[in-house]
């Protein structure tokens, strides 16, 4: 029987446990139906499965903790009813209507919060999902099929996040570059961040408090179509923010949001590790930035 989101949420956050650095994985795919890969994850990963509609299934209390798998479109799922703007229609039409799309649209697997040391498991759940008929190559005709990591920043040190920022700005052009340049992937591959907003942050004197920071980033990058998402972080940290045009697509989360716009699901040995490692790469020069940076603050910096 199907229940509702807030039923699920409280199912989920009493079968799992909290840590300061977990990291949550998103990954698309396509062809295997949500039904039937919600089942061949409940078959390999034990648990217990939920219905929240026609094409949402969590799976909770897994050997890998939380799972859910759904497809990738809001419209869709009538229990989800802040801004979407279908949420008052019966759910027989919503139910319809994602019969109709499931053919051209992803389907979107979301795993964990997972300790890091747990990372591996995601490998088994490709692999589990591409057993069962799912596929995907990096991309579709119409659009990306992503890998995404949201990676837990449970503290509001400004020298950590901005650290961080600085960190992937800098990588950002080996970031882009490892994940190849092909015409489709370069199409795909989320906007790069202005030039002049790249300079400011990386400026040796920005090292903004957590209000100017949020400031400055919504004033440059007003879109959640970034590399490094802040959106969710900074929302998190920023409580009484409002941004009406993110109503319903972006969720407040303690996390940095890094978008990758290839998920191979279907290419035998395919592994997020690679990926992976290259964020860790990020975590490591943002910890030298923060131990080379001046112990007083010095201010956003020259506008």
């Known amino acids: 029987m199907p229940v509702s ?7 989920a956050h009493n079968a799992s446990q909290t840590s300061s650095r977990r990291v949550g994985v998103e990954i698309e795919f396509v062809d295997l139906s949500v039904r039937d890969a919600a089942f061949a994850l409940e078959r390999r990963f034990g648990g217990q499965l939920v219905e929240e509609d026609p094409q949402a299934f969590h ?12 497809l990738d479109v809001r419209h869709v799922h009538p229990g989800r009813g802040a801004g979407n703007p279908l949420a008052g229609l019966p759910r027989r039409l919503t139910t319809a209507l994602g019969s109709l799309l499931a ?31 799912a ?18 920043q449970p503290s509001e040190d ?14 950002e052009p080996e970031l882009r570059r490892a994940n190849g340049e092909g015409v489709l992937t370069r199409l795909h591959a989320p906007p790069p961040y202005p030039p002049a907003y790249v300079r400011r942050v990386l400026a040796p004197d920005y090292w903004p408090d957590l209000e100017t920071f949020r400031h400055d980033y919504l004033a440059a990058n007003p879109t959640r179509k970034r590399s490094l998402d ?32 290839l998920a191979r699901v279907g290419r035998p040995g395919w592994t997020i590790a690679a990926d992976w490692e ?26």
């Open 5 to 11: 989101t807030s039923q699920v949420s409280s199912i």
């Open 59 to 70: 799976l909770i209390g897994s050997r890998l903790g939380a799972m859910r798998v759904e």
């Open 103 to 133: 053919p051209f649209v992803p389907r979107e697997i979301i795993i964990g919060p997972l300790e890091r040391s747990e990372l591996d498991g995601v490998d088994e759940v490709v692999a589990t999902l591409r057993a069962a008929g």
């Open 135 to 152: 596929s995907g190559d990096g991309t579709t005709l119409l659009d990306s099929l992503g890998l995404h990591f949201n990676i837990a």
């Open 158 to 171: 400004e020298r950590e996040i901005v650290a961080t920022f600085k960190a992937f700005l800098t990588l």
């Open 230 to 261: 802040l959106l969710p972080l900074l929302l998190h940290f920023h409580a009484g923010t409002s941004l009406p045009r993110f109503a319903g697509k972006v969720r407040p989360r303690p996390a940095f949001h890094y978008r990758l716009p």
């Open 278 to 303: 290259r964020w860790t790469e990020v975590e490591r020069l943002a910890a030298e930035i923060a131990a080379a940076a001046p112990r007083r603050e010095a201010g956003p910096g020259p506008r």
